[in-house]
């Protein structure tokens, strides 16, 4: 998807800029594709011409991403929430299925287990689920957490240097970036000054009962997700980040009425190792759905 697709809505008095593809006539299932940090709508460009024959396509840049405004916000998930909110009513998506990852993931489900009549299905992969304690962290994703989350060292990596951006995020990659696709995701945060939505987040991450709120809310979405029958579409990849094998193993068995889908090798990122799968078994599992 290049910005030439690009369409724009104004919510709470800024832009949020979002792709829109697919069918179009009358009304009809939208498939909602909310994306993470740092990445924005961009995430998606190979997995939605898979599924845009199929459905009408609706992938937002979250306020803050991408080609969206960048208010003067504190960029906490209740903004974020407040922000997609608005835009899906805006949209009017009333028959909606989810397809999300990483941060995407806590503010869909957080809206999904709100809005429960009008969501349709759910396509989750490395999503965010409350972490009891901290020694529940891997020892990477552990060491790396607790650097990002110091108040001062974690500030000065990610607004001062983009940590997020040159090695988080190739880091969360199997294959090579190219210079093209990393010159896209470097785009909107070129400012340090634009770089307070990237610094928020891993400081909103649901561990160890902190934040509170955004624990609470993680709590509430995991145990409906883990309690409807909401359709589900599972894919998981080794070794993963957020959903390592055993936890995926828990999700496989755990989730109810859940087709799971084992990518193989990946990471976090798994739209940029394996987004011909991964669409091309969200159109699968559509014609499936009720």
């Excluded at 835009?87 to 990483?102: C, G, M, P, Q, W």
């Excluded at 349709?120 to 552990?142: C, N, R, S």
Aim: proline share 7%; aromatic share 10%.
């Amino acid at each position: 998807m290049t910005q030439r697709s690009m369409k724009y809505v104004e919510v709470l008095n800024s832009k949020m800029a979002y792709v829109d593809e697919g069918l179009s006539e009358g009304k009809e299932t939208v498939a909602l594709f909310l994306h993470g940090n740092p990445t924005s709508s961009y995430l998606w460009r190979n997995v939605i011409p898979h599924v845009a024959p199929h459905v009408r396509c609706v992938a937002p840049d979250l306020i803050g991403f991408g080609h969206s405004d960048r208010p003067n916000l504190s960029y906490r998930i209740e903004d974020h929430a407040s922000y997609l909110q608005v835009f899906i009513e805006a949209l009017n998506l009333t028959d909606v299925i989810l397809v999300l990852h990483d941060w995407g993931s806590a503010l869909g489900l957080d809206w999904a287990r709100r809005h429960s009549t009008q969501v349709k299905g759910l396509a989750l992969m490395e999503f965010i689920a409350p972490v009891p304690t901290w020694l529940d962290l891997g020892t990477t994703a552990y060491e790396y957490l607790k650097t990002l989350r110091d108040p001062a060292i974690g500030r000065s990596l990610v607004i001062d240097h983009n940590i997020f951006i040159e090695q988080g995020l190739p880091s969360g990659v199997v294959r090579h970036l190219s210079a093209h696709e990393m010159e896209e995701y470097r785009r909107p945060f070129l400012n340090a000054n634009d770089r307070e939505p990237i610094y928020r987040f891993p400081n909103e991450l649901p561990i160890a009962g902190s934040p509170s709120d955004v624990y609470a809310m993680a709590v509430a979405y995991h145990e409906w997700l883990l309690s409807t029958d909401t359709p589900k579409l599972f894919f998981h990849a080794q070794p993963g980040i957020f959903i390592p094998p055993a936890r995926a193993e828990f999700y496989r068995t755990h989730l109810k009425s859940c087709h799971a889908v084992d990518l193989g090798h990946g990471l976090h990122y798994l739209q940029e190792d394996h987004p011909d799968t991964i669409g091309q078994e969200i159109a699968a599992w559509l014609k499936m759905l009720p």
